[in-house]
């Protein structure tokens, strides 16, 4: 089977630093995306890890540990606006997504 | 570039009918997959679809069919709907082998099933 799982909820303030973890187990691998969702929105891509080690866009970075199946969501100077769901999902066979439960975040002031 | 557009936005079907849901792809992408997602739940893989041909299927009966058209537009087609299929369904674009992992979705079409 294939599964990812990902904590269900994340608070943290303005300007701060939040970790989303991701553990996954799934039949193939061909690296590690993040999407975002904001309530009623599309998923919008973040960033993906074909590779171990970290990957760095703007304020979102995100990590890779192939060999422990383990990956994260690095958000920095947070805005409220990054109020919103957090998605890992595993590139499989055929180009397919397996989405992880996601993490929603709360953002305050 | 303008991006994934679904139509349409929301529907209510009685459980036992039958519905298409379509989706335009974003220009210069050849591969199309569809999603569901349930409330609360992260997005399921349906189907995909390159050069019209079903490449790839998730764990979804037969009763759920796709097609995929020569300007890479595609439909969702869920045959004898229960009430379970009630969700959010996304459709998503791509380039072969995309490398990324970028795959541009639209904003889904809300599928509510009476």
């Known amino acids: 089977g294939q599964s990812l799982e990902q904590p269900s909820e994340v608070t943290a303030v303005e300007g701060a630093i939040v970790q989303i973890n991701c553990t996954y187990q799934?039949?193939?691998?061909?690296?590690l995306s993040w999407y975002q969702q904001h309530d009623g929105g599309a998923p919008t891509f973040l960033s993906y890890?074909?590779?171990?080690g970290l990957e760095e866009t703007g304020r979102f970075s995100s990590f890779l540990s192939r060999s422990d199946s383990y990956g994260y969501l690095l958000l920095q100077e947070l805005q409220m606006k990054d109020s919103a769901s957090y998605f890992c999902a595993v590139k499989g066979g055929f180009q397919k997504l397996v989405f992880g439960t996601g993490t929603r975040l709360l953002v305050s002031p | 570039e303008t991006g994934v557009t679904q139509s349409p936005t929301h529907l209510i079907k009685t459980r036992g009918q039958q519905v298409t849901l379509r989706c335009s792809s974003q220009s210069g992408h050849n591969t199309v997959s569809w999603y569901q997602q349930a409330l609360g739940q992260g997005p399921q893989f349906i189907f995909q679809?390159?050069?019209?041909?079903?490449?790839g299927r998730g764990n979804f009966p037969p009763r759920f069919s796709g097609l995929q058209f020569p300007n890479y537009s595609s439909e969702l087609n869920v045959n004898a709907l229960e009430l379970d299929d009630s969700a959010l369904y996304l459709c998503?674009?791509?380039?072969?082998?995309?490398?990324?992992?970028?795959?541009?979705f639209g904003s889904g079409t809300r599928l509510t099933v009476v």
């Open positions: 998503a674009s791509s380039t072969t082998g995309t490398g990324s992992g970028g795959y541009t």
């Open positions: 890890n074909a590779l171990d």
């Open positions: 799934t039949s193939g691998f061909y690296g």
């Open positions: 679809y390159y050069r019209e041909e079903e490449n």
